[in-house]
């Protein structure tokens, strides 16, 4: 396609990367009558292709229902993509067979918004973090026990937690051990889905500044979705704007927040009320609302809420492509 | 802040109790301040401060057993509202306070659909027929940006968005023209967005129907745009009261300094955040003295800090602040 020749060739000059997601498509059918024939598809995700580098961050942004969360559980196979490939170093993850994805998901680990559903409120914090050290036999008794103390240390919390329930736990703490989860098999790549939306403020900062301290330490690669984008300018190295299930514009962190080039993004950046009474800015306010992914609109999904939408945008869509040759694509016609 | 006839709303020494099998939660405490007429005051905090309570207890639906106001006065538009009977109260809610939720998913009911409640509302409080209280609804809905309210208003709320069902709680709240409105995180569970068009319908609200709005949230964003008066709560307490600007401009309290400073803002670059350490305390068991004292970045060595509560005091003209070392705070009257 024409979009992945085009991200291609502008990141081609830099070395490696670990995951290289192409033209990524995740449908789920919609059925219906009698014998659930199948009469639609919700396109939750459209055409997505990104590359991470090795210890890089990646920020996946976008409002409820454009297809983020889909695109990183599909990405570790929690649901089946429909077309498109993911390689991870290089391995093509979506053709594995299951063996083989176990090894895999070692190395790609998740990392949940919600600190209360995700943690199993029967286990002991002790058992939550060493039970995938057990499924992979990579420690047990003693060992396994010394290696969760550890990372419990690693994450800012101590070895008398061992043996506590999740319910003993604040938020910030529980999203805590929900890093110590993830950290346990030494992943290359942490998906990371709305860390810490579900925090308090105060809260929040905490675990952003353990996510960076843990990049540094352990060279880890983050694939960060939120919708918060003051979060996102903060952690990211690069950042992918989706809406409806495609990406809509893409680019270095600087990049981006300094000059937006879709009208989506610019008007959710508008939109963030600031902590600043002195600047209350000018503020695009966009009307409508998010159209459903099963019936998208013709043209640019973008069109109908778009203050600079012409009959052009109605019939085509616009590839994300760079308008300057640098790593800088956006998917707007008027761009 | 000086008691005048602008107020509209005047809470004083306002103290909630519940008491839960665990023990005695005191989710508000000693908490006094003012809405004047057409302005807009915001309540922000953490989770668990005592922010919701606070607003339960103005409306007085706070449920006993567990919870109990325990003390205090709260004054609306003269009347005390923790003295007057049940029957008036009912009045008083709806056509004078009217509250909005967080939650535009479970606070409207599935199985009516949406001109229903709003019509049972407009029926319940202002003695209309069902034809007038229909029309009532449809011009609501126009109102508040819903397009098409003819058709609409015969939809349940599962065809809506949560934009829209917002609206649609904005309308009914407003369908009795009250003098008092109090939103309770009215755009936490929106996007960004829809929070913008939502918060742009408030404002635009208020300024034709002159109404006061108390505003619950936990965003300072959505204070810095919105709000003319802020009071900063705390663990059940009010630690910093003052106006929007001066808030911002020079926030007292070391509990405000951090959360600002906590906030990634957008264009702003910062290797590492800003963090308030700890976290919240448990309301079963609060720490003596200021109850920010464990956290604190200022106060961790100082014995009264520790063992001495700093009650709000007035520090400047608007600006009150609970610190024993706030700038300002004259610690020699206590």
Not at chain 1, 77 to 96: H, K, N
């Amino acid at each position: 396609m024409n979009e992945d020749l085009l991200l291609y060739n502008t990141m081609k000059h830099s070395s490696e990367y670990l995951v290289d997601v192409k033209d990524l498509k995740t449908y789920f059918p919609i059925r219906s009558g009698v014998f659930s024939k199948i009469v639609g598809h919700v396109k939750a995700v459209d055409g997505v292709s990104f590359k991470i580098r090795p210890g890089q961050t990646l920020g996946l942004v976008g409002e409820s229902g454009c297809g983020k969360t889909t695109v990183g559980r599909t990405m570790i196979r929690l649901i089946p993509p429909t077309e498109g490939t993911f390689a991870f170093d290089g391995e093509d993850v979506f053709s594995q067979p299951q063996g083989r994805m176990k090894e895999l998901r070692r190395d790609i680990q998740m990392m949940f918004q919600d600190p209360y559903g995700s943690l199993n409120p029967r286990m002991t914090v002790g058992s939550i973090i060493g039970e995938s050290l057990g499924v992979h036999g990579v420690a047990r008794g003693k060992e396994r026990q010394d290696r969760v103390a550890d990372l419990l240390n690693k994450v800012g919390l101590s070895a008398q937690h061992l043996n506590r329930y999740p319910h003993e736990f604040s938020g910030g703490q529980r999203q805590r051990i929900g890093i110590a989860r993830a950290l346990a098999l030494d992943p290359k790549l942490i998906i990371c889905d709305e860390p810490v939306s579900a925090l308090d403020v105060s809260i929040q900062s905490q675990i952003v500044n353990l996510l960076q301290d843990l990049q540094e330490q352990l060279n880890l690669t983050y694939l960060f979705i939120a919708h918060d984008l003051a979060v996102v300018e903060h952690i990211s190295d690069f950042v992918a704007v989706m809406y409806l299930g495609r990406i809509v514009e893409y680019a270095d962190r600087d990049l981006l927040y300094a000059n937006p080039l879709h009208p989506y993004t610019q008007a959710l950046l508008s939109a963030i009320p600031e902590p600043d009474p002195g600047r209350r800015k000018h503020r695009i306010v966009l009307g409508g609302e998010v159209p459903s992914p099963s019936n998208p609109p013709s043209g640019c999904p973008f069109h109908p809420r778009c203050p600079l939408a012409e009959d052009c945008c109605k019939n085509e869509i616009q590839e994300l492509v760079s308008k300057d040759g640098n790593e800088h694509l956006a998917a707007c016609w008027k761009a | 802040m000086t008691q005048t006839n602008d107020n509209l709303l005047s809470i004083k020494n306002l103290s909630t109790h519940f008491y839960t099998e665990q023990g005695l939660v005191k989710a508000v405490q000693d908490v006094s301040f003012d809405i004047p007429k057409g302005k807009t005051l915001a309540v922000v905090g953490e989770s668990g401060c005592g922010k919701s309570v606070t607003a339960l207890s103005v409306m007085r639906l706070i449920p006993w057993p567990p919870g109990k106001i325990v003390d205090g006065e709260i004054l609306f538009d003269g009347e005390s509202l923790r003295e007057v009977s049940e029957d008036r109260m009912r009045q008083i809610r709806g056509n004078d306070i009217a509250m909005i939720f967080q939650e535009p998913m479970t606070s409207l009911n599935p199985v009516f659909t949406v001109g229903n409640q709003i019509i049972e509302v407009v029926k319940l409080h202002q003695k209309k027929s069902g034809h007038e209280a229909l029309g009532i609804a449809v011009d609501m809905m126009r109102k508040v940006g819903i397009a098409d309210p003819e058709r609409r208003v015969g939809e349940y709320p599962h065809q809506m968005s949560g934009g829209m069902r917002q609206r649609v709680m904005i309308a009914m709240a407003l369908c009795c023209g009250p003098e008092l409105l109090i939103a309770d995180e009215p755009t936490t569970a929106l996007d960004v967005t829809i929070q913008a068009q939502i918060l742009e319908l408030l404002r635009t609200l208020q300024r034709q129907e002159g109404m006061s709005i108390m505003m619950i949230t936990h965003d300072l964003g959505v204070v810095a745009e919105n709000a003319d008066e802020v009071v900063v709560m705390y663990a059940s307490r009010v630690v910093e009261k003052a106006s929007a600007e001066e808030l911002f401009d020079k926030p007292l309290h070391p509990y405000t300094r951090g959360l600002l400073k906590s906030l990634p803002k957008l264009g702003e670059r910062k290797e590492r955040l800003d963090v308030i350490g700890g976290s919240v305390p448990n309301p079963l068991h609060f720490p003596d003295g200021c109850k920010f004292h464990p956290r604190c970045p200022l106060g961790c060595n100082d014995s009264r800090c520790r063992s001495q509560e700093p009650p709000l005091k007035q520090v400047a003209a608007g600006r009150s602040v609970a610190c024993w070392h706030a700038e300002g705070y004259d610690d020699k009257s206590e």
